[in-house]
Structures are given as C-alpha cells and as structure tokens.
C-alpha cells in the first residue's frame, strides 16, 4: 500500500462508508439511481449536436424530454462519444440494448496509488538537453490538483505556451492564483456535485499528492530543497523546461470517479498534451470498462503516451493494476538512502528505527511504558497494545514514550493528544519506506521491538529517548514491498509491471494547505515533503518520457515506451525473488533510453488485432477505437504468434508441466544509425530452449523494419519455481536492446477464468 496511500486511504476507507451513502441517488421512494456512463457509437459531428443525441436518447428512454435533462449528467463530445447520466439499474439494461448504444457500466471511484532520485537513476542537472524542444512539450497529470505559487511552476525565463496548446487560458478558481507560462493549463471535474467540506472546488491541491507528482515530473530546478533539513538537495523534475497542465479528478473525501476521469482524458487529449501522467488505482476491470484503460487507448490514438502507477498492494502476486498493454506500467523501487532515528534504552543500549522524525529530544530520556501495560482497563489492554483511540489512561503516559504494535497510522497523535511525548512503534511490514511523525517517533522491526519489550519489563523504571532522524546509506535498487506485483491479471501473455522507477521517501513540491502529516495535532508544515508509492514512480517514468520525446518528437508512444524498456538497468532476482513480476525489465535509466537503437513499434491497428486474439468480440473493442467502421476480428487473426502484439517483452504461461512450445512474433524499426548489424544474444533459463530467427538483422536505412521469430521451448520441468527467466538481446557495436523473457506457471488460472467469463457474459 502506498505509505502516502496509507496516510489517504484511511480517511479514505471511513469515507468510502459514507460514499457508499452519499454516492447513491435515493429517488422515488425505493429506486436507487447511480452514475452510469453510456459509449455511443462513433458519429463525427460537432459538440452540441453530440451532446443533443445524448438527450435524445435518454428521452426516448425516459419517454420524457424533462426528465432526459435531469438525468444526463455529462457528455463527452472531444475525444469519446459518450455520456454520464443518473439511472436505475434497470434504465441502465434498458439503455444498453438500444441502438447506437456501445457499452453502459457504473461509475466507481479510484483510490490515489524525489531529489536525489534523478542522480540515483543517472540524470544529473547537467545532462544533455533540448531545451529548445523540452519548452514546446506539455505534460498532463490527472490527480488532486496543483499547488500554482509553489516555486516548481513558476515561470521565470519561459517563452510563449506552445502554439499547439488548444486548452485555452485557465481560469481564476477559488483559492487558486492563477497559471503562467510554466503551469498552463489546470482544470477540475467533480460531476457527482457532492460537496466535499475537506477539498476546495478548483484545481487548488489541499492533498499535496498531486503538487508531489507535477514537482516530479516536470518542476523547476529549486536550490537547497529539503524537509526540515533531511534530504537536502535541489530538487527538480526531469524535464524543468516542460510546461504542465494538471486535470483535478481526485477530491479527499471521495476518490476519483470513472466520469471524472474520462471527461480529463477527453480534455487532455483535445488540449494537446504529449504525455499523460495518472497515478490512480485502476480497478481490476476488463479493458473495455476500465475509463483508465479507455482514456489511456484514446490517448496513444492521438500519439500521447500514458504513463500510469502499478499499485500499491504487493508484495502480493497478481495485484498489478493499469495492466493494459497500451498503459507504461511503473514499478517503485528503492534508492539507496534511508531515514532512520537512533533510539537510546536507560540500559545504554542502542538500536534504531526507520521515519522521519524531525524532533531534536529536549530531555536525555523519557520514561518508557508499554502500552498494553497503560490501558485505560484490563479489557482494553489489546487495542492498547496498538495504542489506539481511547485505549490508554492518559495518566500512565503523561510525559512518557510508549511502545506500540502498528494498528493504525496515528498512533503518534493518539500519544502527543493523550499527554505523551511519542511513540516507539513495532511492525514486521511497511518498514522500507519512511513515516513521517508528528511527534518524536520511530518505527522498529519485531526483533527490535522484542528487545524493548523485554528491558520495559526488566527494570522498574524504564527509560529511552529517540534522536532526530538521519539519513543512512543502504544498499539498492530493489523494490518497494508495497509495489503491485504480476503477473498480469488481466492478460496472461503480457509482462506487467513494464518498468520500476524510484517510489520510496522522494522529496518533491507540497501543498500548503496540509500538515506533513495531515494528523491531528500536526503543526508541521513543509514547502517539500518525502512521500513514497508507485504515484512517486509513475511521474518519473512520465518525465523520462517526455525526456525522450524531446529528442525524438515524431516518435509513437509505443516508440517511446519501447525505447525506454529495451535500455534498462535489469536488476536482480537475488534481490526480489518475484523477479519480472516485481521490477518488469528493470530500472529506468534515461540517458540510454534517449538512443535505443532500435524500437518494438506499434498502432492502433496492432493493439486491435491483440484485443481480438484476446477474445474480445469486435463490437465490444468499439468503445476503445474512434472509428465508426465496424471491426472484423476473423480478418484481423492470422498470422500472429503466441501473444499477437510487438511487445517489447515476452512471457509464456503454462498451465501444467508439461512440454511446451510457443512462438512469438516481432518487428523492430531502426532509429540509429542507418547501417547497423545487430546480432541476438540469447540467456535462456535451464530447462528452456530459446531459438531465434534470424540470429542477425541487418539495416541499411533509417526506420527500416525487420521482422524475427522467438521460439521458446519448455521442457518437461519439476522447477518449483513461479518464475524463470531468460532474455534477448540484440547487439550492435553502438547499442544493446533487451528484452526480457519470462515464462511461469499459473496452474490455476482463475483470475483469468473470471476475466473470460466475464468477457463471455457480455451481450453482443
Ligand atoms: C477521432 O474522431 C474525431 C471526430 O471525428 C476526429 O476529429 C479525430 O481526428 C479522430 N482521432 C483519431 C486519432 O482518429
Ligand atoms: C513544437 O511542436 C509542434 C507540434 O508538435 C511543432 O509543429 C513545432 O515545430 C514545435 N516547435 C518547436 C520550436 O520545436
Ligand atoms: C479560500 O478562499 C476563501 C475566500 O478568499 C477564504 O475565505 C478561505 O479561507 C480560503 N480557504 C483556505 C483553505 O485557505
Ligand atoms: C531489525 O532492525 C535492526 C536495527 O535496525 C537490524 O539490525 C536487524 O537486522 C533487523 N532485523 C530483521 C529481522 O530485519
Ligand atoms: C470478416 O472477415 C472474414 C475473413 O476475412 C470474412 O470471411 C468475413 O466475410 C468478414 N465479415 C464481415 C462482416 O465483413
Ligand atoms: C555479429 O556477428 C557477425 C558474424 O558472426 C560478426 O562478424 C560481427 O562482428 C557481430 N557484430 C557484433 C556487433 O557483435
């Protein structure tokens, strides 16, 4: 789960009770009405008259031209051809069988999934640049909003907002200064209307995430960055040239609704950005349902890259999200510093913990006590234990430490409200990325806490005092435990995560309009803030993105995403034994990425065809594709191998152990120097037989294609393994263009059964 995920996704979760209430429309006594949005099939017609064939439609379902209006929420008129509208249930099945009606599905809400990192992944403040063509690239990021005074989008030194921007001039909103050449664009969508008492109804960032994510990507170099002296640096996005556009659809007490994503990607898209950043969840739907999946399709169409978080919910298998094969799906991984407090026992031992903790002790030490052992009374001794909410006498803490199990996020200011100075808290998880406290405390492993548990009960007056926070070296890259983790859940053939990017304690722009860390009794405040997830990750893989689009403008996204795999860092299964499932091909490294040499390119054509060979029927693939010609999958079929798509990855499910032989098909294009030979060099895993052919692809012009076939052949195998894997790697004397390979055995296949059942059970 995201460390800032957690600090969000509590309120979030008490919140999500009371959307459950809010969110549905209660009308007419007993029918329940939701949000619905409806796909209507492609007419190319202006704005109004689309929006007038919405009406129609619901008024020949509602058989009333007044309560067609009140229903209809939203159309989206740009980039999709749909609508939002309140319906009931059954007016939504009714609806769906009409004519010209595509696809309806319920709207639901999204949960949200620094700098030192751009050094750590190898691009320093001086390397080289196009300024010049980085000044004309706009990125677009969907998220809480934006902080416009912050020093990371202001404009000093910049020219014109590019010629192509067709966003128009952004508005004045409430608390919210305005935008400038740097920050360019910055709308809002709430179409629910529920008023939201913690968020303010403009494109203002009262959540700090969305300031942290913009900062990443593309926020100006700002000297001597830091939070409270930690971390100290300048900090910067990677690409400070570039302007930005931020799309609010993510509010604090609700989520991010599916309409109000689907109406920013319809905006983005028509305003012209050149790559789209989203660090929401998306949520385990099939593509043709998921809005990220359908913005992000709508997106790669106009020749915009989205770039999206994988999720936090590892280290559990099969838990990665925005798994399209169209999506650049990012993995968090870890840099190689960590905050941690030293702690002093009144034995003169001394161990450590991990988090920020930005108080200097004012006493030597404190006392100590357990906090099952000051329960308020013996039957609160176990929620004690935790320290939670009115569990403890706030007398048996007066002035003291307590140690306490995780529970909750918090317990620093159930401690400091109750009278106590702070927290020692005990966890076995969450300890590769830094809380930060607001009060003195620290977070140790069980071993540790094992050790402070045993002295508190050794001595009649145990004492103990926690050091301000510092930062130590350790040993990485590796990936965030909490980093989602494949395979796949949604297409067996395709390796997701794609890539992993720095997600731990990175130090960016904040709002300030939020405490540190939001909690009650917080007076921290802070223009920078450290905050880890695979929301941190994605906007560096947006930036490098971007980054390459600088030098190569007339570049696809499946070019630049190409371009950005085949050049990672690999990393090691020694470190992450899920291997592929928890890093994709590796760290990100972006000066190589720039010069790939050759790239896995692809259209829309290409992702159609995949579709096909997925199962999805032609008239389901419709919402995805703005064509109005209908799509025949029985002609698009033949000829394609194992996984029907270039991609620039390869892995082979097996259901059983037994012998198995796959093929897979791919296609590069040239995009270095004209005459270049490139030879394979094949790491096939022990019991695999790898064949490529042919085993050299030679080139004697620019964008010159050349086509190869990879056999895999599985022998019968008694590897208890989940994962083995093997890669490819075409050679020139100038470049190396890998590609990883990955074969696993997935016996039971249920996650799949269900997707397949579920694309069964819709109607055509
Ligand atoms: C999508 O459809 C709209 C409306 O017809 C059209 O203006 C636009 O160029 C189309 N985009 C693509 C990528 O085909
Ligand atoms: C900026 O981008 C547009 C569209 O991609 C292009 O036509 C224009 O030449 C670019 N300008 C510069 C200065 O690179
Ligand atoms: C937002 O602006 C209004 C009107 O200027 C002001 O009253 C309010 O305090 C501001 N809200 C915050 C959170 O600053
Ligand atoms: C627990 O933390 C201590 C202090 O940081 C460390 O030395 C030890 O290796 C850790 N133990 C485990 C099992 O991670
Ligand atoms: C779809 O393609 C197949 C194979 O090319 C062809 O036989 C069939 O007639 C096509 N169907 C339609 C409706 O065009
Ligand atoms: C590729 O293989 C050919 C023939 O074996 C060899 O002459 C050439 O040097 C190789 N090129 C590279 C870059 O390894």
Redesign the pocket.
């Given at each position: 789960m995201l460390r800032d995920g957690f600090i969000i996704s509590f309120p979030f979760l008490s919140c999500l009770l009371s959307l459950i209430l809010t969110g549905l429309l209660a009308v007419n006594g007993d029918v329940q009405k939701d949000f619905y949005i409806v796909f209507m099939r492609h007419h190319p017609v202006n704005e109004e008259t689309v929006r007038q064939s919405h009406i129609d439609v619901l008024s020949m379902l509602k058989g009333s031209d007044v309560e067609a209006k009140e229903s209809h929420v939203y159309s989206y008129t740009k980039s999709f051809n749909a609508f939002a509208a309140k319906l009931s249930q059954d007016e939504a099945n009714e609806l769906s069988g009409m004519d010209g009606v595509l696809s309806v599905f319920v709207n639901k809400y999204h949960k949200l999934h620094t700098t030192k990192s751009w050094e750590f992944i190898g691009l320093p403040a001086s390397a080289r640049r196009k300024p010049k063509m980085e000044s004309n690239i706009t990125v677009g990021l969907l998220d809480t909003g934006i902080t416009p005074q912050s020093e990371s989008f202001k404009d000093d030194g910049f020219g014109p907002i590019p010629a192509k921007w067709k966003g128009g001039k952004c508005g004045h909103f409430a608390n919210f200064s305005g935008c400038n050449k740097k920050l360019i664009g910055a709308k809002y969508f709430k179409l629910d209307n529920n008023p939201d008492p913690s968020d303010i109804l403009s494109p203002i960032d009262v959540e700090g995430h969305g300031t942290h994510t913009s900062s990443t990507l593309a926020g100006n170099v700002v000297a001597n960055a830091n939070l409270f002296g930690l971390a100290r640096g300048a900090a910067r996005g990677a690409v400070p040239s570039a302007r930005v556009a931020m799309y609010k659809v993510c509010w604090v007490s609700s989520g991010c609704a599916d309409m109000d994503i689907l109406a920013a990607f319809d905006a983005a898209i028509h305003d012209g950005v050149d790559v789209i950043s989203i660090s929401i969840g998306g949520l385990t739907a099939d593509y043709v349902t998921d809005t990220i999946a359908i913005g992000a399709f709508h997106a790669m169409q106009n020749g915009i890259i989205t770039v999206a978080s994988a999720g936090n919910d590892g280290p559990n298998l099969a838990t990665v999200a925005n798994h399209a094969p169209w999506i650049f799906t990012v993995a968090a991984s870890g840099l190689d510093r960590q905050f941690r407090s030293k702690i002093v026992l009144g034995n003169g031992k001394t161990t450590s913990g991990v988090g920020v903790n930005t108080f200097n002790p004012k006493q030597k030490s404190y006392p100590l006590v357990n906090g099952a052992d000051a329960a308020k009374t013996s039957s609160s001794k176990e929620s004690a234990s935790y320290c939670t909410e009115d569990s403890i006498d706030p007398m048996k803490v007066k002035g003291k430490l307590v140690h306490c199990k995780l529970g909750t996020w918090g317990a620093d200011s159930v401690i400091k409200g109750i009278g106590g100075i702070g927290t020692i808290i005990e966890s076995d998880a969450f300890l590769d990325a830094a809380q930060i406290f607001m009060a003195p405390a620290t977070m140790v492993n069980d071993t540790v806490g094992a050790t402070i548990t045993e002295y508190t009960h050794s001595t009649r007056s145990p004492s103990a005092v926690i050091y301000k926070s510092q930062e130590v070296k350790i040993p990485a890259p590796f990936i965030a435990s909490f980093s989602s983790r494949g395979p796949n859940p949604g297409s067996k053939h395709i390796l997701k995560p794609d890539i992993a990017a720095p997600g731990i304690d990175i130090l960016a722009s904040y709002t300030p309009f939020k405490s540190l860390t939001g909690l009650k009794g917080d007076t921290q405040y802070s223009d920078f803030t450290l905050m880890s997830g695979t929301s941190m990750a994605c906007p560096h893989v947006g930036g490098v993105a971007a980054y390459v689009k600088s030098f190569n403008p007339k570049w696809s996204p499946a070019a630049i995403r190409s371009a950005i795999m085949t050049t990672a860092t690999p990393m090691s299964k020694r470190v992450n034994n899920e291997a592929e499932f928890a890093y994709g091909v590796g760290q990100v490294n972006p000066r190589r990425a720039r010069s790939p040499g050759l790239v896995y390119d692809m259209d829309t054509i290409s992702y159609v065809q995949f579709l096909c060979h997925e199962g999805f029927k032609g008239s389901k693939i419709a919402v995805l594709v703005n064509d109005s010609k209908?799509i025949?999958c029985?002609?698009l079929l033949p000829g394609i191998g194992d996984d029907g798509l270039n991609y620039p990855t390869m892995q082979l499910p097996l259901k059983d152990k037994a012998p198995r032989t796959a093929v897979f098909r791919r296609t590069v294009t040239n995009v270095g120097p004209s005459n270049s030979i490139y030879n394979a060099t094949i790491r096939a895993p022990k019991g695999v037989e790898i064949v490529v052919k042919p085993t050299s692809l030679s080139f004697s012009r620019a964008s010159q294609r050349r086509s190869f076939s990879v056999m895999v052949k599985v022998k019968p195998t008694s590897s208890t393994q989940m994962i083995i894997s093997g890669s490819l790697v075409w050679r020139s004397s100038r470049h190396c263009v890998r590609s990883p390979i990955v074969i696993y055995y997935n016996p039971e296949d249920t996650e799949m059964k269900k997707m397949t059942e579920l694309r069964s059970q819709m109607h055509e």
């Open positions: 209908p025949n029985s002609a």
